[in-house]
């Protein structure tokens, strides 16, 4: 019997992001994170809903379109649809798409602000501080650095202006205590650890109260009955995980999904999502997310990516030269989520080779090639199972269940080093078990131990789908998993004797770089 559907809600989100320039290698991993969370959770049995979109308002936005001379609004459709593109070409599993432009934002936005005035969490005032545009942040004096040429710079190392001007402000003094107590009862809440002590000591550091709405330009969402003032643009983004739900309708079917399971951010907007989006939602009277998993940052040779250094990677391009599934595997493989890592061809390419084309695929190649010649091409039937036999069964039964705790971690490269472990496992198994020599001694024997190895590569097909779904489908169909029986609880009903299977086909081919094939 399958077990049981579990049919918990699961709800999970990526970053929206700012429309002021094309998607690049970060955007995408990050995305493609939380794809990989949003299938593996649906194989699991989840109701998921997941969802991406835009940020398109705010000083960063509106400058980026007056230097290409387009008015903002024109400029964020051109660039959201490069994102919309980017998520459908990164195999992106998304079920919404928000743009922070759309009416159902701005009006959830509008009602979201009306709560928190009404709950006496606004007040009008002066801002007067440091501001930096590329952050979309305000700084303390504190918090600043100096560069070479004697200019103030924020942390980020982004340049920052003295701003002035009236401004509406968030109480957020008031919520240092509750939000350390949130922290203390949630001890998940933040992932991994040390973005957690980041988080709480600033919090206990102390908070100020921060200005939500700015007067000096605007492209933002107007502050309802407050002419010439815009919404702060993190409170308008922030926003978008309830607006996207249809907040402030919170009897409609899709609010079901809040509170959040997950919101994976990079680790620079960190303090937006744990520090001010939960002090927000709990003014307004919502619960906040379950957890913020922030991911570390790509760098190219060492140096941040930017236009201006001209070494920005575009994740087309490497899908379009290594394939989807490759580049997919690789960034999830290479990098431990939390930690910083260094892009590289060459690094994606030893992967590709080795842990794809060798491990993965030869393992593939070898049985199902030999099924195809010497059982007829049909599924071969098991026969008495030796313990070797049952073992290599049994790790790979117990595959997905072994990744689960963490996928839940979002520590990827763990749960594909657990199918990595399998996959090296079952390697050993066909060369001990040399199915080739038993055709000539054994056909019983060798139909049974290409059955064990039929058997064992179904639950690690499925188990690495959310990774690299084309490719895993692929290899299903050529193992005849009908397409309605790929998830988790499917794997306990076993597969037919003598099904016939389509003619096998490699799955990952090995890349040669241009320069190395000579
Ligand atoms: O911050 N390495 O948008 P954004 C890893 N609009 N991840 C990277 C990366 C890199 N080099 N570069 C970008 C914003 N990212 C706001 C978010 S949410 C309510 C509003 C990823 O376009 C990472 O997830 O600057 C980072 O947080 C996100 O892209 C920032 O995208």
Request: glycine letters at 8%; a negative charge.
């Amino acid at each position: 019997m399958p077990e049981p559907r579990i049919m918990s809600r699961y709800y999970v989100t990526t970053p929206i992001y700012y429309v002021n320039g094309a998607p690049h290698i970060g955007h995408a991993y990050t995305s493609i994170a939380a794809d990989v969370l949003a299938r593996f959770k649906r194989l699991q049995g989840h109701d998921v809903f997941f969802l991406t979109g835009t940020d398109e308002h705010g000083q960063k936005v509106e400058k980026a379109a007056a230097e290409a001379g387009i008015d903002p609004q024109t400029f964020a459709d051109r660039n959201a649809a490069r994102f919309r593109d980017m998520s459908a070409r990164m195999g992106i599993s998304n079920d919404d798409f928000i743009r922070t432009t759309e009416a159902r934002h701005k009006d959830g936005c509008a009602a979201l602000w009306r709560r928190l005035e009404a709950s006496g969490d606004l007040y009008l005032g002066h801002y007067e501080g440091w501001y930096a545009v590329r952050d979309e942040a305000f700084y303390n004096e504190g918090e600043l650095t100096t560069a070479p040429d004697g200019r103030p710079l924020a942390p980020s190392g982004a340049p920052v202006e003295w701003v002035r001007e009236p401004s509406y402000f968030f109480r957020l003094s008031a919520w240092q205590d509750r939000l350390l107590a949130f922290y203390e009862a949630n001890p998940d809440f933040i992932g991994p650890e040390s973005r957690r002590r980041e988080v709480t000591s600033f919090v206990r550091g102390g908070l100020t109260d921060l200005s939500v709405s700015r007067t000096t330009f605007s492209w933002g969402i107007p502050v309802p009955d407050a002419p010439g003032h815009v919404m702060y643009v993190w409170l308008d983004a922030l926003a978008n995980y309830v607006t996207a739900l249809g907040y402030p309708d919170t009897d409609g079917a899709r609010w079901a999904y809040w509170p959040a399971d997950v919101h994976l951010v990079g680790k620079d907007i960190v303090r937006f999502h744990a520090v001010y989006w939960p002090a927000f939602l709990m003014a307004a009277g919502i619960a906040p997310p379950r957890r913020v998993s922030t991911n570390g940052w790509w760098t190219v040779d060492g140096e941040k990516m930017s236009k201006s250094l001209g070494n920005v990677v575009d994740p087309l391009d490497l899908a379009e030269t290594y394939g989807l599934d490759p580049l997919r595997y690789f960034l999830l493989r290479e990098m431990p989520f939390g930690n910083d890592g260094t892009i590289s061809r060459r690094a994606l390419v030893a992967r590709l080779n080795t842990e794809l084309a060798n491990d993965l695929g030869n393992l593939a190649q070898r049985s199902l090639s030999l099924i195809a010649r010497n059982c007829g091409g049909a599924r071969p039937a098991r026969g008495m199972l030796t313990d070797d036999d049952r073992e290599m069964l049994g790790a790979a039964a117990a595959l997905p269940a072994a990744m689960a705790p963490a996928i839940d971690r979002q520590a990827f490269h763990e749960a594909l080093d657990e199918a990595w472990r399998v996959i090296r496992a079952a390697n050993a198994y066909i060369d001990r078990q040399a199915p080739w020599a038993l055709r000539k001694t054994d056909t019983a024997r060798m139909a049974t131990v290409l059955r064990v190895l039929a058997d064992v590569l179904r639950p690690v097909a499925v188990a690495l789908w959310p990774f690299m779904p084309a490719s895993m489908d692929r290899l299903l169909d050529q193992l005849g998993v009908a397409p309605g029986a790929r998830d988790f609880a499917a794997l306990a009903e076993e597969l037919p004797d003598g099904a016939s299977l389509p003619p096998p086909q490699g799955i990952f081919p090995r890349h040669v770089e241009p320069e190395d094939g000579a």
